[in-house]
């Protein structure tokens, strides 16, 4: 079979098999392109999900009539210039492949012009086969038309989704772009429908203005602003409350230097920083951007553009993972406010409603050793008392006065209700703590802080673990020894491709080394600076102790232990939850009972 070399239109038509998938691509590179035209508003507009009819208009500086015509054109484009600036890439398009791509399989029509012009032009691509410029009236700016999306090749055309599931997925492009670029006016219409994301500062103000646009106002009032620097990476955006989560990741914005990416890294290092106050199978709400040297991160990975590579991956993850939970710290315990359908559900139930029966309460329950403070340190060998709540009289969570407490976040203890939770007044509303859920979560990193101080101890293996592993996993296994020796993990070299394992962290107890140390090869490979596996096993223990330690519902408290547990968790950042995720106290507000009883 002899050689030949493709036309152009055969070309472009590959081409468009990477660059135009679905509408939403054509959304996303018309959209970026209007961006790097310097637009300050861009209106975008679909038909049949985008099938039929996709238009984008900008306000942007427009092309002269021999930049229009090679536009059109494959590996044209005046975002770069040699190779040289490859290195540092700083507009969100740059291949010359779009246009052409696109003109390849739909019908293609262009109008521009620039600010100065006495009038525009116009050109038309249909199929791959273009036309000749002609002059055209028109505001300065471009405005580009896709009709028939692969009309040109009906096999693609039948693998597209219904039109409103198409317009869906083109409506979540605008979406991320317009939290990615806040100082930009974005107008989006779908059939008879019109969604308008006015421009707004970009600052913490202006971007929480943009989330409450986006997401809903409901979700910007339960996110914090957060802000980190290091070594010339940045980071600011706001990210949602402990409370505030998804069943899946697709209230995750992420952006880096402005450019909407869906990096796996990035996503699983926000995951790891809520990782003790999120259920596992939860996902957080964030919109971030990411600011690092052009020459710091590769946006040339992904025939989209859709996923990045950083230059120091552990320097990112450690960026975003320790300004994220330092936030969280700062913001406090934040309570679940109850609410909405949570009301709706409360007040439509029946009068003589009757909870399922609980289970007996133990008869017996173990004999406290002398109370201690929740901040009181531990003895050697975990030997502090987890069952027994501190009294009133301990000096670092002695309870107020109720008039006093009554000005403090979680007020004052009234009630103990069902031996489980306890009910506090405060000045706007009552507070429902759940007594065993936030005792875990106070135990839990009482713990957590003794293992930073003494570092986590050992257990030797009477015999050494052999682990063979990749020559490469074992070099990064090794280059970390010292990381993994503070985390309870004695490894060294035994041989090409071969690493002896001497010890394994005690609270782990007795635990296959091999497999252990295959964990941390893993995420050592995937630029886990920390060990994560490691961590998170140590982490599931604590976790366990302080669930066994901590006081059980179905043992009443005193009022005076009930106070100390609420000046406790007012006390402890991540009290928001428990150790599994789940709320450990929830707010009503005045309002919300007055709308309960109808008062208003």
């Not at 580009?144 to 317009?167: N, Q, S, W, Y």
């Not at 790891?272 to 690092?292: G, H």
């Not at 996923?307 to 315990?333: C, H, N």
Request: aromatic share 4%; net charge neutral.
């Amino acid at each position: 079979m002899p050689v030949r070399l493709l036309s152009d239109v055969v070309a472009n038509r590959i081409a468009a098999g990477e660059v135009v998938e679905r509408p939403a691509s054509v959304v996303k590179e018309l959209a970026e392109n209007a961006l790097d035209a310097g637009a300050r508003r861009i209106e975008v507009a679909l038909q049949g999900g985008g099938a039929r009819l996709i238009r984008v208009a900008d306000d942007g500086c427009g092309m002269e009539r021999d930049d229009l015509t090679l536009a059109v054109e494959r590996f044209a484009t005046s975002k770069i210039a040699s190779d040289a600036d490859l290195v540092g890439i700083a507009t969100m398009g740059f291949r010359g492949e779009a246009l052409p791509s696109i003109g390849a399989v739909a019908r293609l029509g262009i109008e521009t012009r620039t600010a100065g012009s006495a009038h525009g032009w116009r050109l038309s691509v249909e199929g791959g086969v273009k036309s000749e410029p002609e002059p055209a009236a028109l505001p300065h700016g471009t405005r580009i038309t896709v009709r028939d999306l692969f009309f040109a090749t009906p096999a693609r055309a039948k693998f597209l989704k219904t039109d409103r599931a198409e317009g869906q997925a083109a409506a979540e492009v605008v979406r991320r772009l317009a939290l990615a670029a806040p100082q930009v006016d974005w107008t989006l219409t779908l059939e008879d429908r019109t969604l308008r994301f006015p421009a707004v500062s970009d600052d913490d103000a202006g971007r929480a203005e943009r989330m409450a646009q986006v997401l809903g106002a409901e979700v910007a009032e339960a996110v914090v602003a957060i802000a980190g620097t290091r070594e010339g990476a940045g980071i600011a955006g706001h990210v949602g409350l402990s409370h505030l989560h998804r069943a899946t990741a697709a209230a995750i914005h992420l952006s880096v230097n402005g450019r909407p990416v869906r990096d796996r890294l990035l996503v699983g290092a926000l995951k790891a920083a809520y990782q003790d106050v999120t259920p596992r199978d939860r996902w957080p709400v964030a919109a971030l951007d990411i600011r690092v040297g052009a020459g710091e991160v590769d946006v040339n990975v992904h025939p989209a553009k859709a996923e990045v590579r950083f230059r120091d991956p552990g320097l990112i993850r450690a960026l975003l993972i320790s300004t994220v939970r330092a936030a969280l710290a700062e913001r406090g315990p934040a309570p679940y406010a109850a609410g909405g359908a949570e009301l709706a559900r409360f007040a439509a139930a029946p009068f003589g409603h009757r909870p399922a029966a609980r289970p007996a309460a133990p008869t017996r329950w173990p004999q406290p050793a002398p109370r201690r403070g929740f901040g009181e340190a531990a003895q050697a060998g975990f030997s502090v008392d987890l069952v027994d709540l501190p009294p009133a009289a301990d000096p670092q969570v002695a309870a107020a006065a109720p008039d006093a407490a009554l000005d403090r976040p979680l007020g004052a203890a009234k009630a103990h209700l069902h031996d489980t939770y306890v009910l506090a007044e405060t000045r706007d509303g009552v507070v429902l703590v759940d007594a065993h859920a936030a005792h875990e979560r106070l135990k839990y990193e009482e713990l957590k802080r003794l293992r930073a101080a003494s570092g986590v101890p050992r257990q030797e293996l009477l015999v050494p673990d052999v682990v063979d592993l990749d020559p490469a996993d074992a070099e990064r296994v090794l280059a970390a020894a010292d990381l993994l020796a503070g985390l309870g993990l004695a490894v060294e070299g035994f041989g090409p491709g071969a690493v002896l394992v001497r010890a394994t962290p005690a609270p782990l107890g007795p635990c296959d080394g091999a497999a252990l140390l295959r964990d941390v090869a893993e995420a050592l490979a995937e630029g886990d600076a920390e060990a994560a596996p490691v961590a998170r096993r140590l982490d599931h223990i604590l976790a366990t102790v302080a669930c066994h330690g901590s006081v059980r519902a179905g043992r009443k408290l005193k009022p005076d232990e009930m106070n100390a547990l609420l000046r406790a968790i007012e006390a402890e950042p991540a009290a928001s939850t428990c150790n599994h995720g789940r709320p450990t106290f929830v707010r009503l507000a005045v309002a919300d009972l007055e709308k309960l009883f109808g008062r208003r």
